[in-house]
């Protein structure tokens, strides 16, 4: 009988050995702040001037869809159709583009190819911008035309401590960090809100920029509208670090400390 309550005495040490090692692991990770903008609290209207939304700028790479609205037939059948062989052709509302004619592309000197008037530079300039910059390129051949211009491979990324990381097309070229975040099934628990990286290419220079969504100041960030091609990268915290760990050295040494001590307290029973 005392056998039996020494060994089940043993065992019961041994469980409550790990749950106790379990409790101080969980107690290391610290407390997190999982709450976007918390310092609003329970206010219970927010209000600010939107100061740092930019408007994308064209940059080599991006593929354009050019739209020319004339009602001179001839014209349009000329930049539509074309008198010379060319990749990309302009359409008119109601006619279908040729299946290999998906765009204009931005090439490296950041210029388009356009039918009739050659070589158009739209290199940082706005979608507006560029509509203007079009209609001085075709003033001597389309009067009055109406330009559409729309990038249509607009593109982010998403990656680390999201549940559905990926690459998302935006087709309004208009997307911020939030609704990045929300098209990749929002953050992880795992995920640092007080530091999500947003990394920008523009001009040969790759930027960084860290932003706090536990703040409101968050909002007003350079890097909270996003442009083409940036990546918006979740760091994880330290817990999942020690989680993702591929060395069980230092997991072996604290399992034995821990099998050593559960062996001494037993037999003081």
Known sequence: MISKFFELSYHNLKYCSCILFALLLSACAGKRNLVYMSNLGDTAKYSSKITNLVQPRLQPGDMLSIVITNVDPETSTLLNKGLLPVVNTAVL???????????????????????????????????????????????????????????INFKITVVGEVNKPGVFNIPNSRVNVLEALGMAGDMTVYGRRENVQVIHEENGRRTVTRINLNNADALQSPAYYLQQNDVVYVIPDKLREKQARTDTKTLSIIVAAATVITVIISRLF
């Open 93 to 151: 509302p109601g006619n279908a583009a040729p299946a290999d004619a998906p765009g204009y592309l931005v090439d490296g000197s950041g210029e388009i190819t356009f039918p009739v008037v050659g070589k158009v530079r739209l290199e940082g300039m706005t979608v507006e911008e560029a509509v203007g910059r079009m209609g001085q390129a075709l003033a001597n051949v389309v009067k009055n035309p109406i330009i559409s211009i729309k990038v």
